[in-house]
């Protein structure tokens, strides 16, 4: 498949000036298709293959994990640690997590037919299978979807790596990396990779090469990634094109919000960003 920014993100280069007519003669005059006659042989010359293209693609975060309970309580005491042994891809979901991923599973039941995913991509990590798992169940018994709808689950959608700043509140990467901390500063997110982790690029790089995948895979029909804050955000990166500060003026991607874009014009344009409508329960 094609560079991904040559194909989501725009026409191809090679489809420009392929609406010429040429004959051993010269220029055949108001032509549509290119045609070549050489030594009695005609000649078409064939146009590339039409970007293929899921008709909706739609991401989400996880649910509200026991994760971001604790940090969320660190960052409130300016705590140096948070009470978590397991490796992050072990994380679950809180029990408020399960109820957003239900109000997940009901918002995707509402959707037009057209619209509703046939096919779930998802990270590994279990607070995101566990949300995946629970809006699927929900969305089934509202009869929207089959129970037996495939989940596909690709390591590429897993959650941006921190190396040595992994579960570390802000307090303590400050108090213990404190060079690490000005050099997140000057860098910014984008580019700032962590001894042992990734950058934002970085996981930019493996959501351009998941995407390719859906699309060849997904082509002309809805689909539905669940995933993670920082995977979410580089999906929208590559999908719309944005700038550095385009990028970092985003605010977080909300637990178990919606984003949704759709094919038009050789592209997915957008049409939903971080919706959270579908969760108004929580206020209730």
């Known amino acids: 498949m094609a560079e991904l920014g040559t194909t989501l993100n725009g026409q191809h280069p090679s489809t420009q000036d392929q609406h010429q007519h040429t004959t051993t003669q010269g220029q055949h005059p108001g032509g549509q298709h290119q045609h070549a ?59 408020h997590g399960r109820q957003q991923a239900q109000a997940l599973g009901r918002w995707w039941a509402a959707l037009p037919s057209a619209d509703r995913p046939r096919s779930v991509w998802c990270s590994p990590y279990e607070r995101t299978a566990e949300t995946a798992r629970i809006a699927l169940a929900q969305a089934a018994g509202l009869g929207a979807v089959p129970v037996t709808l495939p989940v596909r689950y690709d390591e590429r959608l897993r959650d941006r790596e921190l190396g040595v700043l992994e579960m570390l509140p802000k ?60 995977t979410v955000l580089m999906l929208r990166y590559a999908l719309d094109r944005l700038t550095e500060p385009q990028l970092t003026a985003l605010g977080p991607v909300h637990n178990c919000s919606t984003s949704l874009w759709r094919a038009q014009d050789g592209r997915l344009r957008p049409d939903l960003w971080n919706g959270v409508d579908h969760l108004a329960f929580d206020e209730a």
């Open 37 to 95: 006659t050489t030594q009695g042989h005609h000649v078409t010359a064939h146009r590339p293959p039409a970007t293929r293209l899921p008709s909706v693609l739609i991401a989400t975060r996880h649910g509200e994990s026991t994760a971001n309970v604790e940090f969320q309580l660190a960052e409130a005491v300016g705590a140096l640690s948070v009470p978590i042994s397991c490796r992050d891809a072990d994380i679950p979901l809180s029990l």
């Open 171 to 230: 307090a303590a990467i400050e108090a213990k990396h404190p060079e690490e901390a000005a050099r997140r500063r000057k860098m910014g997110e984008l580019y700032y990779r962590p001894p042992g982790g990734e950058s934002w690029a970085d996981v930019a790089l493996r959501v351009r090469s998941v995407l390719r995948d859906v699309c060849e895979e997904e082509a002309g029909r809805p689909v539905l990634l669940v995933a993670h804050d920082c």
